[in-house]
């Protein structure tokens, strides 16, 4: 096994639900390895990296009195850590919340969702039980890894305590779709718990997607290729296809013990053609219907009957939840069924095996297999399918996948079949079955190769190199960060000057961003705020809001307005000036355009200006935004070249106003008097001709992340109250 390329400077703290061993009370007290594709796939990290994991040791709190430091001593021989669990916790936390409400949702099957506060309050109480075992262990330095649905608060808890540290967390199931996961009570503070983590990771980029868009409906932060923004801090997200362990599955092929149960397989199935079904009993795999498709397959083809063989092994799982129970009622009764239908003394159509199998038994298996049958209705990863493929030595076998599987995404060269629908299932079980060595090997070689590349180890480096990447990135953007080093300064510079110049945005910068513009009014206190500090400086109030709207709330407070992005200007003591005369003939033709994207586009709206019109989109779904925006502007800009017009973009808003009327061309009678301190703030596109206008030494600060000409950044417009309040 190859050693780790990447260079880790402290610990990794691995954090799941349950540890890699299992504590096993009789005949004495020890350990057994535990089995999952979470544990497989981070074996090598394991074994490489010599992290301390963190998780439930298997057995429940009052099991074992008096022997807390016995299993605690088994544990750090493991490189393991406790969090100790009662029965209480267990049910309510692992059975209740995460499997009877969060795997359902997140696997689409809503028709078993429980939705019981009681588990839910387990839920954040267990999580808080593992977040102080986590601050136990942690040194400055350590990197924490967070694995998996169940531990979804656990981020943001963390950041809570540790606001520095290195936090990653990994979603080994589907992220489901907006639709589905809004119907969660809890959906907010679970996105806020992922949201504590400096990267977010994922199998695919469906999943990310679905992560983007929930945080963007629900949160309404915005991202940029993959990077949220949210008030505090940016947040990464990307996918990293999980691996298996290529070269140690080689070696243990070679195994005497593997040889020979492969051996023994196919000495019981005789010449007949084998098909391997191996899952976990659960709704999500479509066990079921993968006998009728079975079933489908021998009536249409009836010269294989007798000719073929379906190994079905069906490993035990939550066997106290009611649905699993009737699953498992129901697959038997299936067998029945089709070994009564089509079997004989000679031939058993179905070979069933309700058990846990040691690996090698499976590699056993997949060795003897001709084809594996592996179509789960939903799956985050599936590594049953990987592990086929790489058990294939001369290359030849061939994999049935559901395109519903994240490894589909890996395996592109299997046959792709859509699970519900079991004659195309029946179709890729004769087409596998008769399909040539050479097209078999064609496939196999490709699949192969990919998967000796891109191993669970590669799986972990990737991951912890993009948390790196993503905490390069918040500290690039955190040396722009208006420190309090640099905001001292800015405070002693702005007193020790007697001529002070500071200019304004509105929206976003001294308020937030509200559904109808027209509600985002000043409050009382940030009225007094200004009025206190224009006594000791000249204050700009630069918008692109109409002038109706700031002579309404700042026209008699005595600071300089200018409306419309450059538009019109009015000094304290003056009325207003318009810089343009341009006619607004375009108007007409414009609205309708713009009207009719509205029409068609729910939550979009226009507001007229003298100088401008603006398309609204704040409510509008991300997805249709983003299709018709693009449609709009490629519109407006073939078609508006004639009327010597702009398009501005701000936030959530598309404005089309004449060519040449800017914020920093509107100041310049400001400017023209060589202040001796400039403070300029805004939060969009439209400020940069503000800190582009201003001279170099001027204080430029834009608010919120993003690329900006600005010298300095702060988070969100209560910092920049709180920057104003300092200066008084």
Known sequence: MKAFTIVITGRVLLVSNRLPVTVVEKPSLSVTPSIGGLVSGLRSLYSDASPLWIGWNGVAREHLEGKENDVEELLVQHQCRGVALSSKDIDEYYHGFSNNTLWPLFHYFPQYVQYKQSWWKAAKRVTEQFRDVVLEHYQEGDIIWIHDYHLMLLPGLLRERLPKATIGFFLHIPFPSFELFRRLPYRKEILEGLLGADLVGFHNYDYVGHFLESVRQLLGHDHTLGLLSTDKRVVKTDSFPLGIDFEDIQRQLKEDSVTAECARIKKQIGNRSLILSVDRLDYSKGVVARLLAYDCFLSHHPEFVGKVSLILVAVPSRTKVPEYASLKRELDRMVGLING?????????????????????????????????????????????????????????????????????????????????????????????????????????????????????????????????????????????????????????????????????YDGTLVPFSKDPLLATPDAELITLLKSLRSTATVVLISGRDRNFLDEHFGKMGVALIAEHGAWTKKPDGSWECFSSRSDDWKDFVRGLLQGYCDRTPGSFIEEKHFSLAWHYREVDSGLASVRLAALKALLLALLSNFDLQLLEGNRVLEIKPSGIHKGQALEPWLSGDPEFILALGDDATDEDVFEQVPERAYTIKVRPGQSKARYRVVNYVDVLSLLHKLL
């Open 341 to 505: 239908k089509y079997g004989s003394l000679e031939w058993t159509p179905v070979v069933y095996m309700y058990d846990s199998l040691p690996f090698e038994k499976l590699l056993g298996l997949y060795s003897a297999a001709d084809v594996a049958l592996v179509t789960p209705e939903r799956d985050g990863m599936n590594l049953i399918a990987k592990e086929f493929v790489a058990s294939r030595e001369r290359n030849k076998g061939v994999l049935i996948l559901s395109e519903m599987a994240g490894s589909a995404k890996d395996l592109g060269e299997a046959l792709l079949v859509n699970p519900h629908n079991l004659q195309e299932v029946a179709d890729a079980l004769y087409t596998a079955l008769t399909m040539p060595v050479q097209e078999q090997i064609a496939g196999m070689s490709v699949m192969r190769k990919r998967l000796e590349r891109f191993t669970s180890q590669r799986w972990a480096e990737q991951f912890l190199a993009g948390l790196n990447g993503a905490k390069a990135e918040q500290a690039s953007l955190s040396s722009l960060l208006l420190s309090p080093e640099k905001e001292l300064q800015l405070i002693t510079d702005f007193r020790s000057s007697q001529n002070r110049l500071v200019i304004l945005d």
